[in-house]
C-alpha cells in the first residue's frame, strides 16, 4: 500500500519557515516578569499538605523565625538520611500559568549555631496524572551563611511543559556534599519560607561571569612492577599506564610487537580471584582503543587451561562485542567448563586479541591500546593540573551562552574538555537554544507532550530548539545531530473554540551510511473539556512513512495509530473514562521511548477498548466501585483476542482502616490462537493504620493465563496470603516487613527490616547519636532447603567538643558478603584548617599486587584501609594533604540501601590499600 503526503510534509516545513521568519522579525524580550507565590508556607494547613518523603524529617509550622508574612516552615532532619527533603503537590490553579514561569525560588535560614549546614539543594518533579513518574530535577550548589538565603532553581524544559488539567509534584531536597563528594546527614532544624515562582527576567545579571577553579594533585609514588603478566611467546610488552583510567583504577597497556598474528596475555586464576571466578556466566573485561590507532583489535579470544598437574586445556570462547574506539565492556561468555571449576586446582587464563581485515587474514598489531586487569586492580594515582572556566555570557537578564571549558596537564600532551554547555537566545515571539543534549544540561530536550507519546525522547548529540508563539500557534521544534542520524522533531499547538486544543506532531528521521534510510511520523491531536463539564477528550492520530523520493513516501502495511480517550465524565454519583487506543504493527518511532507501559508500545499489533466506571454507593460507610472493562483485538483485521472485565471495591468502615476487594475475569476470543487467555483472579486486602504503622493482610488467587506460567497438578493457580507491615512507630523504630505464602508448589517468603535511632545519653559529651538496624529475609520454595539471608548494622555519632566529631559502625555482611567496619574522626582544627581520619576493615579485603617494590606494614590481606587527610583553606581556596585510601565507595541512591545508615559502608571499593600513598591537592575557585 502506498500513498503519498507530500501535502502533509508540505503543511510541516511551511510551518517550520514561519517559524524562523518569525524569530527573523522578532525583538528582544523574555517571559512574563514579576513573581507570584507558590506556597507563603504561613498558615498550619499549608504545613499539614507536605510530607518528608520518607526521610524521617519532622515538619512544623513557626511564628518565631519568618522571613515573610505571618509563619515558616521548621524543618528538624532525623540526623541518619543522607537528605532531608519537603515533597508537596501543585496547587491546581497555578498549573495553567506555570510555563510562563521559568524559575522557582525559596528563602532558607540558617542558624547561627547550624553546624552542619546544607550546601546542595535538588529540586525534583513527578507526574501524578495517572500514577507516578518522574519527570526532571535541576540542582543547585549554594554556600549558605547565617541568617536567611535565597535559594533559586532554574527549571528546565520538562519542568515547564507541564498540563494544565494535570497533577505534579515537587521534591526539595537538601543535603550536605563533603570533599569526597558524599552526602552528610543534617541533624539541625533550619527553615523555609516564601517558596515563589519567578522568572529569569526579574533577575537582573551582569553581561559576562567567570567562575572556575584551579586543582592539582601530585602524587609521591614509587616505580612499580607488573608480576605474573605473561605474553605467551608474542612478544608483547605491558605497562602500567596512570593516564588512561576507568573509575578510579590504572589501565595496563598492551604493547603488541607488531609482528606476531596475535597480542596475547597469559594470567595466574587461583586463591580469592578463582573462587569469584566460579559460576559466573561472563566475564566482562574493560578495554580502551585509542581513536588514533591505525588498527585496533577486533577479535577477542579467552581461553583456559588447567595448571594444576602439567597443562590440559579447558576450553575457550570468542566475544562478540563491537569494540569502537574509546572505551569498550568486551564481553566474555562462559562455557560450562570455564564457569564449574574446583576451587582446589590452579588455572590460567589466555586472552588473545588481533585485528581481521575484510578478507579475513589476521594483520599483526602495533599501536598500544588498555585493558583495566580483570583479577587485580591498582588505585589511579592523581597527577594532574587543571583549570575549570565556566563562562557565562548574559544579556539583559538572560543567559545566551554558557561555556565550561576544562584544560588539563599531566599527561604527555595537554587536553582541553568541553563540558555541558549552551548558547540560547530569548527573542520575542520565538527563542532558540542550542546545546549538547546531555541528560544533566540545563537546556536539553523534552518530552513534546503529545498523547501519543511520538516524541518522548531525544539521545545525546548537537541540538538545536526554536520555541514560542507563530500566529497565536505555540510551537516547538527540536532538530538534532545524533551519532547515526539527523532528527527534525515538531509540536504545534493552537487554540481551539469551546477550550478545545489542535496539535500536530512530526518526526522526520535521515540515517547515515550508504545503508542509511529516511522515514517521517506525522499526527494529529485535539484535545480539551467535553462543553459544560470537566470531561477530558482526547482524539489523536499518527501514521508512519518511509522515503521512497525526494517527495514520495511510502506507507508500510499497518502503518497507522489512534487514540480516542473520554476521562472523568461526571453523571450523578459516578464518573466514567473510555479508551479506544490502535498501534498498527507497521508503525514506527524512534523517538517514543522504551518504556513497556508507554502506549506505543504497550499496545503495539492491537486494538484496545477499555471502558470505566466509578461511583460511591449509599451503603451507610464510605465506599467507592470501580468497574472496568477491556476488548483486546488484533489490529490488523480487529479480531478479538480477549476480554477482561474488572471489579473493585474500597470501604472505610472506620476510622484508620480501608478495605479493597478486587476481582477480574478474562475470556479467551480467538480459539485459532494458541495461547489460551481464559483465566481470573480476586485480590482482598485491609489497612489498619495505627501507632504510625500501616498494617496491611492480604490475599489473592490467581487462575489460567492470569496465574504464572507453572502447572500444579495440571492447572495453573496461584493462592496467596500474606501480610505487610510498614511504617515508623512515634519514638520508636522504622519497621517494613512482608510474610508471604504460595499454597500451590508451597512457597514462604519472609521479609523484615528494622531501623532505630534515638539521641544517647552524652555524658561529657555535646552530644551523640545511635543507629541499630537489622535485614533479615527467608525463602522456600517446594521441598528444596529454605536460604536465609541476614545481616544488621550498628553506629554511634558524638560531638565530642565543638570542634570534634566522632562516627563508628559496624556492617555483618558488605557487598561482597564480609563483615565492615568503620571508624571516622573530623576535627576541626581553626577556622582555616580541618583534619579527617577515615579507617574501614573489611573481613574480605582486596589482596595487593605482588609488587615487590610495594612497602607494607604487615600482612593482613588487604582488609585494612586508612586515610588522613588535612585540608586547610586560604581564602576561597583549598589545599588537601592526605595519605592512603579509605577503602569505601559512593553509596547507592536508588536501591533498598539508598538512604539506610549503612549506605556509606555496604559498597566494595575498587582499589585496595596503598601504604605508600600521598597526594597532595589544591583547589582555588574563583
Same mark, same amino acid.
Given at each position: 500500500?502506498?500513498?503519498?503526503?507530500? &501535502?502533509?510534509?508540505?503543511?510541516?516545513? $511551511?510551518?517550520?519557515?514561519?517559524?524562523?521568519?518569525?524569530?527573523?522579525?522578532?525583538?528582544?524580550?523574555?517571559?512574563?516578569?514579576?513573581?507570584?507565590?507558590?506556597?507563603? $508556607?504561613?498558615?498550619?494547613?499549608?504545613? &499539614? /499538605?507536605?510530607? +518528608?518523603?520518607?526521610?524521617?524529617?519532622?515538619?512544623?509550622?513557626?511564628?518565631? =523565625?519568618?522571613?515573610?508574612? /505571618?509563619?515558616?516552615?521548621?524543618?528538624?532532619?532525623?540526623?541518619?538520611?543522607?537528605?532531608?527533603?519537603?515533597?508537596?503537590?501543585?496547587?491546581?490553579?497555578?498549573?495553567?500559568?506555570?510555563?510562563?514561569?521559568?524559575?522557582?525560588?525559596?528563602?532558607?535560614? =540558617?542558624?547561627?549555631?547550624?553546624?552542619?549546614?546544607? +550546601?546542595?539543594?535538588?529540586?525534583?518533579?513527578?507526574?501524578?496524572?495517572?500514577?507516578?513518574?518522574? *519527570?526532571?530535577?535541576?540542582?543547585?550548589?549554594?554556600?549558605?551563611?547565617?541568617?536567611?538565603?535565597? =535559594?533559586?532553581?532554574?527549571?528546565?524544559?520538562?519542568?515547564? +511543559?507541564?498540563?494544565?488539567?494535570?497533577?505534579?509534584?515537587?521534591?526539595?531536597?537538601?543535603?550536605?556534599?563533603?570533599?569526597?563528594?558524599?552526602?552528610?546527614?543534617?541533624?539541625?532544624?533550619?527553615?523555609?519560607?516564601?517558596?515563589?515562582?519567578?522568572?529569569?527576567?526579574?533577575?537582573?545579571?551582569?553581561?559576562?561571569?567567570?567562575?572556575?577553579?584551579?586543582?592539582?594533585?601530585?602524587?609521591?609514588?614509587?616505580?612499580?612492577?607488573?608480576?605474573?603478566?605473561?605474553?605467551?611467546?608474542?612478544?608483547?610488552?605491558?605497562?602500567?599506564?596512570?593516564?588512561?583510567?576507568?573509575?578510579?583504577?590504572?589501565?595496563?597497556?598492551?604493547?603488541?610487537?607488531?609482528?606476531?598474528?596475535?597480542?596475547?596475555?597469559?594470567?595466574?586464576?587461583?586463591?580469592?580471584?578463582?573462587?569469584?571466578?566460579?559460576?559466573?556466566?561472563?566475564?566482562?573485561?574493560?578495554?580502551?582503543?585509542?581513536?588514533?590507532?591505525?588498527?585496533?583489535?577486533?577479535?577477542?579470544?579467552?581461553?583456559?587451561?588447567?595448571?594444576?598437574?602439567?597443562?590440559?586445556?579447558?576450553?575457550?570462547?570468542?566475544?562478540?562485542?563491537?569494540?569502537?574506539?574509546?572505551?569498550?565492556?568486551?564481553?566474555?561468555?562462559?562455557?560450562?567448563?570455564?564457569?564449574?571449576?574446583?576451587?582446589?586446582?590452579?588455572?590460567?587464563?589466555?586472552?588473545?586479541?588481533?585485528?581481521?581485515?575484510?578478507?579475513?587474514?589476521?594483520?599483526?598489531? !602495533?599501536?598500544?591500546?588498555?585493558? =583495566?586487569?580483570?583479577?587485580?586492580?591498582?588505585?589511579?594515582?592523581?597527577?594532574?593540573?587543571?583549570?575549570?572556566?565556566?563562562?557565562?555570557?548574559?544579556?539583559?537578564?538572560?543567559?545566551?551562552?554558557?561555556?565550561?571549558?576544562?584544560?588539563?596537564?599531566?599527561?604527555?600532551?595537554?587536553?582541553?574538555?568541553?563540558?555541558?554547555?549552551?548558547?540560547?537566545?530569548?527573542?520575542?515571539?520565538?527563542?532558540?537554544?542550542?546545546?549538547?543534549?546531555?541528560?544533566?544540561?540545563?537546556?536539553?530536550?523534552? !518530552?513534546?507532550?503529545?498523547?501519543?507519546?511520538?516524541?518522548?525522547?531525544?539521545?545525546?548529540?548537537?541540538?538545536?530548539?526554536?520555541?514560542?508563539?507563530?500566529?497565536?500557534?505555540?510551537?516547538?521544534?527540536?532538530?538534532?545531530?545524533?551519532?547515526?542520524?539527523?532528527?527534525?522533531?515538531?509540536?504545534?499547538?493552537?487554540?481551539?473554540?469551546?477550550?478545545?486544543?489542535?496539535?500536530?506532531?512530526?518526526?522526520?528521521?535521515?540515517?547515515?551510511?550508504?545503508?542509511?534510510?529516511?522515514?517521517?511520523? $506525522?499526527?494529529?491531536?485535539?484535545?480539551?473539556?467535553?462543553?459544560?463539564?470537566?470531561?477530558?477528550?482526547?482524539?489523536?492520530?499518527?501514521?508512519?512513512?518511509?522515503?521512497?523520493?525526494?517527495?514520495?513516501?511510502?506507507?508500510?502495511?499497518?502503518?497507522?495509530?489512534?487514540?480516542?480517550?473520554?476521562?472523568?465524565?461526571?453523571?450523578?454519583?459516578?464518573?466514567?473514562?473510555?479508551?479506544?487506543?490502535?498501534?498498527?504493527?507497521?508503525?514506527?518511532?524512534?523517538?517514543?521511548?522504551?518504556?513497556?507501559?508507554?502506549?506505543?508500545?504497550?499496545?503495539?499489533?492491537?486494538?484496545?477498548?477499555?471502558?470505566?466506571?466509578?461511583?460511591? $454507593?449509599?451503603?451507610?460507610?464510605?465506599?467507592?466501585?470501580?468497574?472496568?472493562?477491556?476488548?483486546?483485538?488484533?489490529?490488523?483485521?480487529?479480531?478479538?483476542?480477549?476480554?477482561?472485565?474488572?471489579?473493585?471495591?474500597?470501604?472505610?468502615?472506620?476510622?484508620?482502616?480501608?478495605?479493597?476487594?478486587?476481582?477480574?475475569?478474562?475470556?479467551?476470543?480467538?480459539?485459532?490462537?494458541?495461547?489460551?487467555? &481464559?483465566?481470573?483472579?480476586?485480590?482482598?486486602?485491609?489497612?489498619?493504620?495505627?501507632?504510625?504503622?500501616?498494617?496491611?493482610?492480604?490475599?489473592?488467587?490467581? !487462575?489460567?493465563?492470569?496465574?504464572?506460567?507453572?502447572?500444579?497438578?495440571?492447572?495453573?493457580?496461584?493462592?496467596?496470603?500474606?501480610?505487610?507491615?510498614?511504617?515508623?512507630?512515634?519514638?520508636?523504630?522504622?519497621?517494613?516487613?512482608?510474610?508471604?505464602?504460595?499454597?500451590?508448589?508451597?512457597?514462604?517468603?519472609?521479609?523484615?527490616?528494622?531501623?532505630?535511632?534515638?539521641?544517647?545519653?552524652?555524658?561529657?559529651?555535646?552530644?551523640?547519636?545511635?543507629?541499630?538496624?537489622?535485614?533479615?529475609?527467608?525463602?522456600?520454595?517446594?521441598?528444596?532447603?529454605? *536460604?536465609?539471608?541476614?545481616?544488621?548494622?550498628?553506629?554511634?555519632?558524638?560531638?565530642?567538643?565543638?570542634?570534634?566529631?566522632?562516627?563508628?559502625?559496624?556492617?555483618?555482611?558488605?557487598?561482597?558478603?564480609?563483615?565492615?567496619?568503620?571508624?571516622?574522626?573530623?576535627?576541626?582544627?581553626?577556622?582555616?584548617?580541618?583534619?579527617?581520619?577515615?579507617?574501614?576493615?573489611?573481613?574480605?579485603?582486596?589482596?595487593?599486587?605482588?609488587?615487590?617494590?610495594?612497602?607494607?606494614?604487615?600482612?593482613?590481606?588487604?582488609?585494612?584501609?586508612?586515610?588522613?587527610?588535612?585540608?586547610?583553606?586560604?581564602?576561597?581556596?583549598?589545599?588537601?594533604?592526605?595519605?592512603?585510601?579509605?577503602?569505601?565507595?559512593?553509596?547507592?541512591?536508588?536501591?533498598?540501601?539508598?538512604?539506610?545508615?549503612?549506605?556509606?559502608?555496604?559498597?566494595?571499593?575498587?582499589?585496595?590499600?596503598?601504604?605508600?600513598?600521598?597526594?597532595?591537592?589544591?583547589?582555588?575557585?574563583?
Amino acid at each position: 500500500m502506498k500513498r503519498s503526503i507530500g &501535502a502533509l510534509t508540505l503543511a510541516f516545513v $511551511l510551518m517550520l519557515i514561519l517559524a524562523a521568519n518569525a524569530v527573523a522579525g522578532g525583538v528582544s524580550g523574555g517571559a512574563l516578569g514579576g513573581q507570584v507565590y507558590l506556597f507563603s $508556607l504561613d498558615t498550619a494547613e499549608e504545613i &499539614a /499538605r507536605l510530607d +518528608n518523603d520518607n526521610t524521617g524529617a519532622k515538619l512544623a509550622l513557626t511564628q518565631e =523565625i519568618v522571613k515573610e508574612g /505571618r509563619g515558616a516552615l521548621a524543618i528538624t532532619p532525623n540526623g541518619s538520611a543522607p537528605e532531608t527533603k519537603i515533597g508537596v503537590e501543585i496547587p491546581g490553579d497555578k498549573l495553567g500559568d506555570w510555563g510562563k514561569y521559568d524559575v522557582v525560588k525559596l528563602q532558607v535560614y =540558617i542558624p547561627e549555631s547550624m553546624k552542619t549546614t546544607p +550546601n546542595t539543594f535538588f529540586l525534583g518533579m513527578a507526574d501524578l496524572s495517572k500514577d507516578w513518574e518522574w *519527570v526532571d530535577g535541576v540542582f543547585t550548589e549554594k554556600i549558605v551563611k547565617p541568617g536567611w538565603n535565597e =535559594i533559586t532553581y532554574v527549571l528546565c524544559d520538562a519542568m515547564r +511543559n507541564v498540563k494544565s488539567n494535570g497533577r505534579y509534584k515537587l521534591y526539595f531536597s537538601f543535603f550536605r556534599a563533603n570533599e569526597s563528594k558524599e552526602k552528610v546527614a543534617l541533624a539541625e532544624t533550619f527553615y523555609v519560607d516564601s517558596i515563589r515562582l519567578s522568572t529569569i527576567d526579574a533577575t537582573p545579571l551582569p553581561p559576562i561571569v567567570v567562575s572556575g577553579e584551579f586543582s592539582a594533585a601530585w602524587t609521591l609514588d614509587y616505580e612499580r612492577e607488573l608480576v605474573g603478566y605473561d605474553n605467551d611467546w608474542t612478544g608483547a610488552v605491558f605497562e602500567i599506564d596512570q593516564t588512561i583510567t576507568y573509575e578510579g583504577q590504572c589501565s595496563v597497556a598492551i604493547i603488541p610487537s607488531g609482528s606476531s598474528a596475535e597480542t596475547k596475555l597469559a594470567l595466574d586464576l587461583a586463591g580469592d580471584a578463582l573462587q569469584e571466578w566460579i559460576g559466573q556466566s561472563e566475564l566482562v573485561l574493560n578495554m580502551y582503543l585509542p581513536p588514533e590507532n591505525e588498527h585496533n583489535p577486533n577479535g577477542f579470544f579467552l581461553g583456559m587451561a588447567d595448571v594444576t598437574d602439567g597443562w590440559n586445556w579447558v576450553d575457550g570462547t570468542f566475544a562478540t562485542t563491537q569494540a569502537v574506539p574509546g572505551w569498550n565492556q568486551i564481553v566474555y561468555p562462559l562455557t560450562g567448563a570455564m564457569s564449574n571449576l574446583d576451587a582446589a586446582r590452579k588455572y590460567k587464563v589466555y586472552f588473545a586479541w588481533y585485528y581481521q581485515d575484510a578478507s579475513n587474514a589476521k594483520i599483526p598489531l !602495533s599501536e598500544a591500546f588498555y585493558i =583495566i586487569p580483570p583479577f587485580e586492580s591498582r588505585p589511579a594515582q592523581e597527577n594532574y593540573t587543571r583549570l575549570a572556566l565556566n563562562l557565562t555570557f548574559n544579556q539583559g537578564s538572560s543567559t545566551v551562552a554558557y561555556l565550561p571549558l576544562t584544560l588539563t596537564l599531566g599527561g604527555e600532551e595537554p587536553s582541553v574538555g568541553l563540558g555541558n554547555w549552551y548558547f540560547a537566545y530569548n527573542t520575542e515571539p520565538v527563542a532558540f537554544w542550542i546545546s549538547n543534549n546531555d541528560k544533566d544540561n540545563v537546556k536539553k530536550f523534552a !518530552s513534546l507532550g503529545d498523547p501519543l507519546g511520538i516524541a518522548a525522547t531525544l539521545g545525546r548529540g548537537l541540538v538545536i530548539n526554536a520555541r514560542g508563539k507563530v500566529f497565536g500557534a505555540d510551537t516547538n521544534l527540536y532538530s538534532a545531530g545524533l551519532s547515526a542520524s539527523s532528527a527534525f522533531l515538531g509540536r504545534v499547538k493552537y487554540g481551539l473554540p469551546l477550550g478545545f486544543e489542535l496539535g500536530v506532531v512530526g518526526a522526520f528521521t535521515s540515517e547515515q551510511g550508504a545503508g542509511g534510510k529516511d522515514d517521517l511520523v $506525522l499526527g494529529v491531536d485535539v484535545t480539551g473539556s467535553v462543553p459544560g463539564t470537566d470531561a477530558g477528550l482526547m482524539l489523536a492520530g499518527a501514521g508512519y512513512w518511509e522515503k521512497a523520493g525526494a517527495w514520495k513516501f511510502d506507507a508500510p502495511d499497518n502503518n497507522l495509530a489512534f487514540l480516542v480517550k473520554l476521562e472523568g465524565l461526571k453523571l450523578g454519583p459516578a464518573t466514567f473514562g473510555a479508551k479506544y487506543a490502535e498501534v498498527g504493527l507497521g508503525f514506527k518511532s524512534a523517538y517514543a521511548g522504551t518504556d513497556e507501559k508507554a502506549l506505543l508500545n504497550a499496545y503495539k499489533g492491537a486494538a484496545v477498548v477499555e471502558a470505566e466506571v466509578g461511583l460511591g $454507593l449509599p451503603l451507610g460507610v464510605p465506599t467507592t466501585l470501580t468497574i472496568g472493562n477491556t476488548l483486546w483485538m488484533e489490529q490488523a483485521r480487529h479480531n478479538p483476542v480477549w476480554n477482561r472485565t474488572s471489579a473493585k471495591a474500597v470501604v472505610d468502615p472506620i476510622k484508620d482502616l480501608k478495605v479493597t476487594v478486587s476481582g477480574a475475569y478474562v475470556s479467551d476470543l480467538d480459539k485459532d490462537d494458541a495461547t489460551d487467555y &481464559a483465566g481470573f483472579e480476586v485480590h482482598a486486602d485491609s489497612v489498619y493504620s495505627k501507632f504510625g504503622l500501616d498494617i496491611k493482610p492480604f490475599a489473592e488467587f490467581k !487462575s489460567g493465563n492470569c496465574a504464572d506460567s507453572a502447572e500444579h497438578d495440571g492447572k495453573r493457580a496461584d493462592t496467596i496470603v500474606g501480610l505487610n507491615i510498614k511504617g515508623s512507630i512515634p519514638h520508636g523504630p522504622t519497621l517494613e516487613a512482608e510474610a508471604k505464602y504460595t499454597v500451590e508448589d508451597p512457597a514462604t517468603e519472609l521479609f523484615g527490616y528494622a531501623h532505630y535511632a534515638a539521641d544517647a545519653p552524652s555524658g561529657f559529651l555535646k552530644g551523640a547519636r545511635f543507629d541499630v538496624a537489622g535485614v533479615g529475609s527467608y525463602t522456600k520454595k517446594g521441598s528444596t532447603d529454605g *536460604v536465609a539471608d541476614y545481616y544488621g548494622f550498628m553506629g554511634a555519632k558524638a560531638s565530642v567538643t565543638d570542634t570534634l566529631d566522632a562516627r563508628a559502625a559496624v556492617l555483618s555482611k558488605d557487598e561482597k558478603g564480609g563483615l565492615v567496619a568503620g571508624a571516622d574522626l573530623d576535627w576541626k582544627v581553626s577556622d582555616r584548617v580541618s583534619a579527617y581520619l577515615v579507617y574501614t576493615f573489611r573481613n574480605k579485603g582486596i589482596k595487593p599486587p605482588a609488587d615487590p617494590n610495594m612497602w607494607r606494614p604487615f600482612d593482613d590481606e588487604g582488609k585494612n584501609w586508612l586515610k588522613a587527610s588535612i585540608v586547610g583553606t586560604i581564602g576561597s581556596g583549598t589545599i588537601t594533604l592526605s595519605y592512603g585510601t579509605d577503602g569505601r565507595k559512593a553509596a547507592d541512591t536508588s536501591n533498598f540501601h539508598a538512604g539506610k545508615p549503612w549506605a556509606y559502608l555496604r559498597n566494595y571499593p575498587g582499589n585496595y590499600m596503598d601504604w605508600q600513598l600521598f597526594t597532595v591537592s589544591v583547589k582555588v575557585p574563583f
